[in-house]
């Protein structure tokens, strides 16, 4: 049996009846957040010019936080880049990128077409959540240490499954698809900190449904595509690089949105430094910023990867950069939205204490997103403050629901309207008892600003 099958039946054995009440309850919170993430970054520049750029006609499906509808494939790769164009999105400590961004793009699209239910979308996500995460289980850290970006790479297996349960495809459709998605999966992280890296989203989205979509009228590709000689980890990861067999154990026990779960941002910029934002905010009260002589962070080393290392010379850029993060937490005691304006950047108590960053790995490796900042102050003394793991990162730390709630209004007041907003957000709480998401789409729409 093709691994892509192997796969394929534990995803359609996954049943909704069985479903922790919890993962439920994990799967509303993240794809609500998504869905501010897209609301917020509708209009932005990324977004603009690739609506513009596609000269996409008109259709059915819609654009979140546009007076906008396109085709389905359209509309899945447009939301799947406004989700990702200010990073804000949800992590997942598996995939080692953004699950969620992925997998919600087609499948709002879809659900639309179909007038699926709520608990159907509910059901359909899990399910391309599980499908992603143990893929990746199987191929990473190295996938990711590589250079490939797994949001992309890996989330459009996640995408895929999600559609093909969507669209109640059997398992010999699911595996094919999989097959298929194996010449569609692309993205490099050397394009981080510029607008391509949001559109890896908006293209993983997009081809996940497409294979989905081709799967369904009979377009076949190769059974071993993914673990065949020239398939998909032998391309990606290189023999001996990956475990086959991690990818097949566990299916649902837990769920790996319970374990390790989902991480909801608190941040908007690259999940790596939201550590370090902590102890620096935690510093912040104790200094005074023209005091500084120096700064030290030390992070496990796979946070310490070139996007991060680099200093501040775009407001797009900046969302990668531990120094400016760090020194914004230690200015202002906050790292919000604003700081990632162009003017932001400018500020000279932030660039003279970017500049005085300096950056070592930890000794505990073990510790994955666990950071600690040191700061020498002109007389000598030093003040250090260490963080095992940021606020929301997953189940063990989580975001609270108030706080999700604060950042949803804030990224959708940016397109919706604000009472327009808190529907939406009631809706997405309660998504399971939706009869239709025609529905949600129908209220966001409506609230649309522009």
Not at 94 to 123: K, W
Not at 137 to 155: C, Q, S
Not at 398 to 417: H, I, N, Q, W
């Amino acid at each position: 049996m093709s691994l892509a099958l192997e796969i394929a039946r534990r995803a359609g054995a996954l049943d909704y009846e069985t479903f922790d009440p919890q993962a439920i309850k994990w799967a509303k919170q993240a794809m609500a957040d998504m869905v501010g993430c897209a609301l917020l970054g509708a209009n932005t520049d990324t977004t603009t010019m690739a609506i513009e750029a596609g000269a996409f006609p008109a259709g059915d499906c819609l654009v979140l936080g546009r007076q906008m509808r396109l085709g389905k494939l359209e509309a899945a790769f447009v939301n799947g880049t406004s989700g990702h164009a200010l990073d804000y999105d949800d992590t997942s400590k598996s995939l080692s990128g953004h699950p969620t961004v992925i997998i919600v793009p087609g499948l709002l699209a879809l659900a639309e077409e179909l007038g699926s239910s709520g608990r159907d979308f509910v059901d359909a996500y899990i399910v391309g959540v599980e499908t992603a995460t143990r893929i990746a289980r199987g191929v990473n850290f190295h996938h990711y240490e590589k250079g490939w970006h797994p949001t992309a790479t890996l989330g459009i297996f996640g995408a895929i499954a999600a559609a093909a349960r969507m669209m109640r495809l059997p398992d010999e459709q699911l595996a094919n698809a999989l097959c298929i998605g194996a010449s569609l999966a692309s993205g490099v992280k050397a394009n981080f900190g510029t607008p391509v890296k949001p559109m890896h989203a908006g293209l993983a989205a997009r081809n996940g449904l497409f294979a989905a979509l081709l799967a369904q009228q009979g377009f076949e590709a190769a059974p071993e595509a993914l673990e065949g000689r020239q398939g998909f980890l032998d391309v990606f990861n290189g023999a001996g690089n990956y475990d086959a067999d991690k990818m097949l154990t566990g299916w649902g026990r837990p769920l790996d949105l319970l374990e390790p779960g989902i991480s909801i941002k608190k941040y908007p910029c690259v999940y790596s430094v939201h550590g370090a934002i902590d102890a620096g905010i935690a510093l912040h009260g104790s200094i005074v910023p023209s005091d500084i002589e120096g700064v030290l962070v030390r992070m496990h080393p796979r946070r310490l990867l070139p996007h991060v290392l680099n200093p501040a010379t775009s407001a797009l850029n900046a969302k990668f950069s531990l120094s400016y993060a760090v020194a914004r937490a230690l200015v202002n005691g906050a790292v919000t939205l604003d700081h990632f304006e162009d003017e932001a950047l400018h500020d000279p108590d932030v660039v003279h204490i970017m500049n005085l960053v300096q950056m070592k790995p930890l000794d505990d490796r073990s510790n994955d997103y666990g950071a600690e900042v040191c700061v020498t102050l002109k007389d000598g003394s030093t003040l250090t403050e260490a963080v095992a793991a940021p606020l929301g990162r997953g189940p063990e730390v989580p975001l609270p629901e108030s706080m999700l709630a604060t950042k949803f209004m804030d990224c959708a007041g940016r397109s919706v309207t604000r009472q327009g907003a808190q529907t939406v957000f009631d809706m997405l709480m309660a998504l399971e008892s939706l009869p239709s998401m025609r529905d949600l789409t129908a209220e966001i729409k409506a609230g649309t600003l522009n």
